[in-house]
């Protein structure tokens, strides 16, 4: 007897039934998305292999029945296991560009890609600016978004993982930034020299250690040391502040992520005039300094 053939279906459809599953499902989004739509076509447009580009026409698309099979594999990891879209992809976006991204690196989701895209304006003029450094530097998102900003600039990107300096390298290459952004094993400032920098940008870890393990379980899937910085969570945020003045250049701006910890860094430095930042897409925790 023939066995009749499953016709393809809409994107669209196939986004629905992604998305009531996630819904069902005790999930957490903090992961390049924040709801179950977003996730489940990030999904869909993966398994198909088209580009996010093509929306909305390919809502309508016919995804063929190989695709849904993949799909309801990732659709279940992402249930069962608790594994960030993103890793099951292997990609997501920053700042409007491609990141590759696994394990090894956290999930770029920083609000400071709304200030790179904003050129830092209007804290400092985009045409004096001719080096960058990105502390922490993970993928490399942070450093190639300021270099594709700043095609005139040098961007030193840091990392004391020589793990995350792999995707960092494998992002600038794919980005063709090799002659441009520069991966540097670094502790902070420790692997830097005497470098001098107009701008100093960081997304360091700011979780408070017992706090880490009370995350929702997607956060396990990520390193450890790229969220953890101490009993307080300002462990990296003292060695950043302490080390800066040695390495901006005078009208230099330091740019750092603190996150929930906001009201932590305050309380410690209480005569620091930090500028916190308001972004229009959302996040904050985002303070900004001047070497003066």
Not at 221 to 226: A, I, L, V, Y
Not at 229 to 243: F, M, Q
Request: aromatic share 8%.
């Amino acid at each position: 007897m023939k066995t009749e053939r499953l016709p393809p279906i809409p994107a669209a459809d196939a986004i629905r039934w992604a998305a009531r599953r996630f819904q069902r499902a005790p999930l957490s989004y903090g992961h390049g998305t924040d709801n179950a739509v977003d996730e489940a076509a990030a999904l869909v447009f993966h398994v198909a292999g088209w580009l996010h580009s093509a929306a909305p026409d390919a809502y309508g698309w016919a995804l063929p029945l190989g695709a849904r099979r993949e799909l309801r594999r990732l659709v279940r990891r992402r249930i069962d296991e608790r594994v960030p879209a993103a890793y099951l992809t292997g990609v997501t976006w920053f700042a409007g560009h491609e990141i590759h991204v696994d394990p090894r690196v956290l999930v770029p989701r920083s609000p400071i890609a709304e200030l790179i895209e904003a050129r830092f304006e209007p804290f400092i003029a985009p045409g004096r600016v001719r080096r960058i450094l990105d502390i922490g530097t993970g993928s490399g998102c942070i450093a190639i978004a300021c270099a594709h900003a700043f095609p005139a600039a040098e961007v030193d990107a840091a990392d004391l993982s020589a793990d995350a300096l792999e995707v960092a390298r494998d992002n600038i290459r794919r980005h063709g930034l090799e002659a441009r952004v520069h991966p540097r094993l670094s502790d902070v400032y420790a692997g830097l020299g005497a470098d001098r920098y107009d701008i100093i940008v960081s997304n360091p870890p700011y979780v408070p250690q017992a706090m880490v393990d009370d995350l929702p379980p997607e956060y396990a899937h990520e390193p450890r040391m790229g969220l953890a910085s101490g009993a307080d969570g300002l462990d990296a945020v003292r060695r950043i502040l302490d080390g800066a003045r040695r390495h901006i250049v005078p009208g230099g701006l330091l740019v750092v992520e603190v996150g929930d910890t906001a009201e932590a860094v305050e309380r410690a430095w209480p005569t620091t005039p930090f500028l916190w930042l308001d972004f229009e897409r959302g996040g904050g925790g985002v303070f900004l300094l001047t070497l003066e």
